[in-house]
Each structure stands twice: as C-alpha cells, then as structure tokens.
C-alpha cells in the first residue's frame, strides 16, 4: 500500500484517514462510511463468486468495499459524485493496483451504465453501498439501462431491501420488486446495523444479492406500464387503476371484462398478484 492509504474499514480507519486528509461526510451527498470489516469482506466474497470479468462499484467514498474487491483479485470500475473520494482513490488504491482500478468521477444515476458496459466488455457485476436517496433511481437502472451484467451486491436502507426481496403477492411488495425480477432472481444476505457506520444514519442497512435471470417472453414497458399504473393507486381494485390511466382503452368494467378474460381477478390490488399474474397482465397489455 501506498503510504498515504490509510485503511478505512473499521471506526479507528475512517476517523483517522478524515482527520489525515481533512475530508469529510457530505450530508448532502447522504455519504454514512460503513466500518465494518466483516461486512465488506462478505460482500467482495459474494461479487467473486460468480466470477466476473469486472466489477461496477457504485459510490466507493473512501474505499473500503474497494480495497476488499481489489484483494480479491477483481477488476474494478468505480464511479464516485465527490470529487474529493475520486482524488482520494486516485492517490492512493489507483496507485496501488495498477491495471485493476479505474475511478470515473460522475454521477452514477445519470450515466450511461449501458455505455460502461461497452468501453469495458465482458460479463460483469455491480456492487456498492448505494446513497439512500438515490437507491431506487440507481436499481432500476439494472433492467433499464444496462445488460450483460450477472450478479448484482448492494447495500440498502433496511425497509428498502425488505420491499425488494419481497416475493409478488406479499403485501410488502413493490413495483420496484415486481421490475426487478423481470431480470433477476433477489435473495436478502444480511442485516448491517446503522452503528456499523460513521456517521451513523437513522435507519439499518441491509444488503441483498440479484442474480440475473432470463427475461420472461413479453416487452418489459408492458410490464412496466401495467406494474407502474396499478401500483401508483395500490389501494384501489386492479380494474379501477388500470381504468385511471391516460394510456387506458378501457374504463373500470371493461378492464372487468378483459382481466377475466384471462383468468385474472378485477377486484385484487396490486400487491396481491403474484408474478404468474403480472406476466398474464403485461401480455395482456401488450395486445390492446
């Protein structure tokens, strides 16, 4: 290691390496450093397991999660906001795996993973401790940005990753959910309590494993637009939510009808439908 790397995962290593370098936590970034060791050691464990040619680390802030990956022997593309953390890992890790760390200063919601992809080929995964503010932005991009990649590690607000691993047809399901199985099986790996960072946040963390699945045989925006409109009303029967979109070609009996049709029950709500019954649904928009 460079002599100017001081290693972040654990309490001890961020509080020194932010009184060295005179960086801070960016509040309005939601930056929180996890500390923990275990738990970064167990998330780089679990991105080289599947064996990816690289890896797509979102939000590497000092780079603890970094550091672990690298010691795996893995590939990294790190994207970071801070200008701050860029320089910091350009400095320090950049120089200390050669060929093995390319830090991109950007934001992570508005770039083109799809791009990312390109100028780097081969199967990939993605990982990261993802900024609560942005999560859901920055996990929709994994169906509607980019492909090719195979595994998917990601820390997220508890209550978040609780929604996502949430079967279809549980009632703490979300359309988020819903989406992300479109390419994805979502299996939870553990609990990381909010006093494992620095500063502590509010709420715990949990992180989640996505392994990238075939797409079932029907246009995502006809899943989309199905899962997006009956969960923007989720209160309401299947029949009137479909009926208040702009898109609608039918009013609430005629969705009745249809969605009898095909076996489906008008007067579920949309957290009651089990993947089975989406994919009927989508198919059943793709053809009015």
């Given amino acids: 290691m460079t002599a100017n790397f001081i290693d972040p995962r654990s309490l001890q290593g961020i509080t020194d390496l932010l009184a060295a370098s005179g960086l801070h936590a960016n509040k309005h970034l939601g930056q929180h450093f996890l500390t923990d060791e275990g738990t970064f050691h167990l998330m780089a464990r ?54 093995q760390l390319t830090v991109i200063q950007g934001d992570a919601v508005a770039s083109s993973w799809r791009q990312l992809a390109v100028q780097h080929p081969g199967r990939f995964s993605i990982c990261g401790n993802l900024p609560y503010y942005a999560s859901s932005a920055l996990v929709a991009k994994l169906f509607e940005d980019v492909q090719g990649w195979d595994t998917a590690v990601l820390m997220l607000q508890k209550e978040v990753a609780e929604r996502l691993v949430a079967s279809p047809g549980q009632r703490q399901t979300s359309a988020l959910s819903v989406l992300l199985r479109y390419v994805a099986d979502i299996t939870p790996v553990g609990p990381v309590p909010r006093a494992a960072f620095y500063p502590p946040p509010e709420v715990d963390s949990f992180v989640i494993q996505l392994t990238r699945r075939p797409s079932p045989a029907v246009p995502l925006e006809d899943l989309q637009w199905a899962v997006r409109t009956a969960f923007l009303h989720r209160r309401k029967m299947l029949r009137q939510s479909l009926a208040m979109a702009p898109r609608s070609v039918w009013d609430s009996h005629g969705w009745a009808d249809a969605l009898l049709g095909v076996g489906l029950d008008p007067a579920k709500r949309p957290e009651a439908l089990s993947w089975e019954d989406w994919i009927v649904l989508a198919k059943l928009v793709a053809t009015k």
């Avoid at 022997?73 to 400095?91: F, R």
């Fill in 46 to 99: 679990h991105v080289a397991s599947a064996g990816p040619e690289w890896v797509l680390e979102v939000g590497p802030g000092p780079g603890g999660l970094t550091v672990s990956l690298l010691e795996q022997g893995l590939k990294v593309v790190a994207i970071e906001l801070d200008p701050l953390w860029v320089k910091w890992l350009e400095t320090t890790l950049a120089l200390d795996y050669p060929g």
